[in-house]
């Protein structure tokens, strides 16, 4: 650990104290409400912060994980060597005419929702997703027949060198749940989104109607990280999972929702070996009945206890 606090020492010289946490739990920074400590977690407010703690990290071979606000994140048990950057810090939203400009640590609920009150139609479908839009971005985050692809227009990025780009949408290669974000571990900094005027009561209309919808669908009464399986092509994973009698199943404090196959909750203090043990039997059983392979949205960082 000496390592960590000769890197505190030096970011000390820019990153205030208050946004700098030694051994911090990593349940507490997760929807899913489960995993051991990070060695240090890192808060920066500007695009300068983020640039100087990723170069320190590569300088000095410190293993380093942006983090949003940790909705599709799963922390093992044994917690995180090395430094999580959590951009919570760079959340501001701009609106320029039709263009709405957002950091990377701005929830995405939020835009949806200053976007309905600029009276900007696009973005209605994120109003209930749970994470930040440099996650969106890096997962071409969907819901309710639409995506981040549909609406963005450029994003900029900083890659582990500390260089920073602009892209385009086509630059993106987005996907089904894939960008170049996530193949080439950029970092997301900032992101315009092209939206059209509406009108206000039909968007919020609209909004109301999704928020409902998801209300009524997902258990949302219990930590999760939201549908824990891609879509396998062909198939819907919730029902590949309730017609293998999987709903309701628990190990340990963790369940498949009886309420919406597709989530995995934690629903009675559950660690994360329970979460990962019911994934891995959820995979194994599916792949026995249907011959179809569950792959994780969610992502699974960090080291076994």
Do not use: W
Request: proline fraction near 2%; include cysteine; glycine fraction near 10%.
């Amino acid at each position: 650990m000496n390592y960590i606090q000769d890197f505190v020492a030096e970011i000390s010289n820019y990153i205030k104290n208050e946004n700098v946490e030694l051994n911090a739990p990593m349940k507490k920074y997760t929807s899913f409400k489960v995993g051991g400590a990070v060695d240090l977690l890192v808060k920066p407010e500007t695009y300068e912060e983020v640039s100087k703690v990723i170069g320190l990290c590569e300088e000095r071979k410190i293993p380093y994980y942006i983090i949003g606000n940790g909705s599709n994140l799963l922390v093992r048990d044994g917690g995180i060597r090395g430094v999580a950057i959590k951009l919570s810090k760079l959340n501001g939203i701009n609106i320029n005419g039709e263009e709405i400009i957002v950091q990377s640590g701005a929830a995405i609920g939020e835009v949806s929702l200053k976007s309905r009150d600029a009276s900007l139609t696009g973005f209605e479908f994120a109003c209930g997703i749970p994470g930040t839009i440099g996650g969106a971005i890096a997962m071409n985050a969907g819901a309710y027949n639409g995506e981040i692809a549909d609406i963005i227009d450029t994003v900029t990025v900083v890659d582990h060198k500390g260089k920073v780009m602009k892209l385009t949408k086509d630059q993106l290669e987005l996907g089904y749940r894939t960008s170049v974000v996530l193949k080439k571990n950029y970092i997301v900094l900032e992101a315009t989104f092209k939206l059209k005027k509406g009108e206000y009561e039909k968007i919020a209309g609209r909004i109301s109607d999704l928020m409902r919808r998801r209300r009524e669908k997902q258990p949302l009464e219990y930590p999760s990280a939201g549908s824990t399986f891609k879509r396998p092509e062909g198939f819907f994973a919730a029902k590949l999972i309730e017609d293998s009698g999987l709903k309701g199943v628990s190990i340990g404090g963790a369940q498949v929702s009886e309420k919406h196959s597709g989530f995995i909750i934690n629903k009675e203090n559950a660690t994360a070996k329970d979460i990962l043990d019911l994934i891995h039997f959820v995979q194994k059983t599916v792949k026995s009945k249907y011959d179809v392979n569950l792959d994780t949205e969610v992502r699974i960082i960090g080291e076994e206890k």
